[in-house]
């Protein structure tokens, strides 16, 4: 595995990465809507080529490695969403791509990896550490190890649709975002879009139970999901704990984050399906639930980010039936 010089990430980064992203893939958009009689806007990262933000990290990732470090390859850990973006960035380069998986993993998740020609390593996730068995392959491929969040280019990638942001609501003469909404994880999005707009609140959103993020900046200090953390429909956003890097941006920009519910993200889901015609998964409706139960402020200028569509088509059968008796 390359030696990585220590690096934080910067926002002359997220732009940098704006730029490179611009390149490749047309903005995302930004769509309106009215919730709680307020107006917002929807940042639909649900329509990206791998159905997901995580392409833009990726991207930015892999596109600044050297040519040698391209010839190793590169390794990654991830149960669907980073997983496809590092297999669709690591494949227009032309580089091999191995990823660490759950076993239980969505099964469409799992298809659309191999589908972009990455290798798959599957563990159990209660059983197995994946940061261990990651690390372990990238030292004997030589390979780039590309975190999921804690890695100053893919927090600068995922940033890059905070720029996008900004563009599209300047050219509908809307004022300056105020708040962004954000579904959150390890931390990678959120700590990204705080380093895009400086002057936008930024609240990430994770699951009840899988809170690490909000506990964390609650304590004033990383702290993990208490123990024997519920099942959650949320996969993507199955995060133990926050990482430093992440964290140094995070407490200094975002005062609090909001947890919801799974009934919650399943109005969500319902929701951007009936009104936008979007198909988000669980992880990537997080954020609407919030703005949609009423957790989150909606005044002035409110972005909330839908940030991923990989969802099995029976889960989501069974959520829209649901909504319907």
């Known amino acids: 595995m390359i030696d990585q010089e220590p690096r934080t990430p910067t926002r002359d980064g997220v732009l940098e990465a704006s730029r490179k992203v611009a390149e ?24 990206q080529p791998v159905g997901a933000f995580k392409i833009r990290g990726a991207w930015h990732r892999l596109s600044a490695l050297g040519e040698e470090e391209r010839t190793a390859g590169v390794v990654a850990v991830s149960s669907g969403n980073h997983a496809q973006g590092v297999a669709w960035a690591a494949h227009r380069l032309g580089m091999a791509a191995t990823i660490v998986m759950p076993a239980d993993a969505p099964p469409i998740k799992l298809a659309r990896t191999r589908e972009l020609g990455a290798e798959i390593v599957t563990y159990d996730r209660l059983k197995e550490n994946r940061e261990e068995i990651a690390q372990a392959i990238a030292e004997e491929k030589g390979a780039t190890y590309c975190h999921a969040f804690a890695d100053p280019w893919v927090i600068e990638g995922q940033g890059s649709a905070g720029i996008e942001i900004a563009e599209q609501l300047a050219a509908r003469g809307a004022p300056p975002v105020d708040r962004i909404i954000a579904c959150c994880g390890g931390g990678g999005l959120t700590a990204g879009l705080a380093l895009a707009c400086p002057d936008a609140a930024v609240v990430p959103v994770e699951p009840e139970g899988w809170d690490d993020v909000c506990r964390s900046l609650e304590a004033g200090e990383i702290c993990r999901v208490a123990d024997n953390p519920p099942t959650t429909q ?3 956003l199955q995060t133990l704990a926050t990482s430093p890097l992440n964290f140094a941006v995070l407490r200094e920009r975002c005062p609090f984050g909001l947890r919801v519910s799974e009934a919650e993200v399943q109005d969500a889901q319902r929701l951007a399906f009936d009104r936008l015609r979007l198909v988000l998964e669980p992880g990537g409706a997080v954020a609407l639930a919030a703005a949609l139960s009423g957790k989150a402020s909606l005044d002035g200028t409110t972005v909330v980010m839908a940030t991923g569509g990989n969802v099995d088509p029976g889960q989501f059968a069974r959520v829209l039936e649901a909504g319907a008796r």
């Open 234 to 236: 949320c996969d993507s």
């Open 24 to 47: 490749i893939l047309p903005p995302t958009p930004l769509l309106p809507m009215t919730i709680n009689g307020q107006q917002v806007w929807i940042k639909a990262e649900c329509l």
